[in-house]
């Protein structure tokens, strides 16, 4: 089993907190869902952000080979920019909400495909090795977290092409709403979200993503067994 490695404890900061993933903050996503959102459980959009955790045991380092659990045949891919905290933030204003964030990193979000969006079942969001993530690039290096390219490729052809702009929540709203009702601390990652659509992959593939002035990786998807 390969593990989140040490590379990540260097300046500007530690990857050392949780990884906070955002539902539903793509608008297509959100569209997607026709009139249902108006009926149980949804009974409405959402009026804060829906998050779910990416845990330990779900984190792994660019550039390695993924492990996916035994009979796991395909994965869906997402894209997402992640916000990384630099200092503590809780309940702040929108205004300057980004203070609080030290940089950005291209994550590779995998999940079993499902159906359910406000209460995602751990067994699809939280199997092993599916979060990856890239290096860090300082918040200085990104000149506008909200109007960045996001490109997936699949076996070296292109998979998606969509963009940060679509969100719902921009970064620093996205910040402002979630530290309403809970602290984010240094080494935290709060993504972005992932956009509609995102693409499946089969064990076997290589799956690439990049995002505009952010950075590029690849991943190979294996299984524990392969």
């Known amino acids: 089993m390969t593990t989140f490695l040490s590379h990540f404890d260097v300046p500007p900061y530690k990857l050392s907190g949780t990884v906070y993933g955002t539902l539903l903050n793509h608008r297509k996503a959100l569209e997607a869902l026709g009139e249902s959102v108006e009926q149980a459980p949804y009974k409405g959009a959402?009026?804060?952000?829906?998050?779910?955790?990416?845990?330990?045991?779900?984190?792994?380092?660019?550039?390695?080979?993924?492990?996916?659990?035994?009979g796991t045949t395909s994965v869906q891919v997402g894209a997402s920019l992640g916000l990384v905290?630099?200092?503590?933030?809780?309940?702040?204003?929108?205004?300057?909400?980004?203070?609080?964030?030290?940089g950005y990193v291209v994550v590779n979000d995998l999940s079993i495909p499902h159906d359910s969006f406000y209460r995602p079942s751990l067994r699809f969001k939280s199997i092993d090795s599916s979060c990856v993530i890239g290096q860090v690039v300082p918040k200085a290096k990104v000149k506008d977290p909200d109007a960045l390219e996001v490109h997936i490729e699949i076996d070296g052809e292109t998979a998606q092409t969509t963009g940060t702009a679509g969100m719902i929540r921009p970064a620093a709203r996205l910040v402002a709403d979630v530290t309403e009702f809970m602290t984010l601390s240094p080494g935290d990652v709060l993504l972005l979200g992932v956009a509609?659509?995102?693409?499946?992959?089969?064990?076997?593939q290589r799956v690439a993503i990049c995002i505009e002035s952010v950075g590029r990786f690849e991943t190979e998807l294996g299984t524990e067994q392969s």
């Open 85 to 102: 905290m630099g200092r503590t933030a809780c309940r702040v204003p929108v205004n300057s909400a980004m203070d609080f964030v030290a």
């Open 46 to 70: 959402p009026k804060a952000p829906v998050l779910y955790v990416k845990p330990r045991n779900t984190l792994r380092s660019a550039g390695q080979r993924i492990e996916l659990p035994e």
């Open 196 to 204: 509609h659509g995102a693409p499946l992959a089969r064990i076997g």
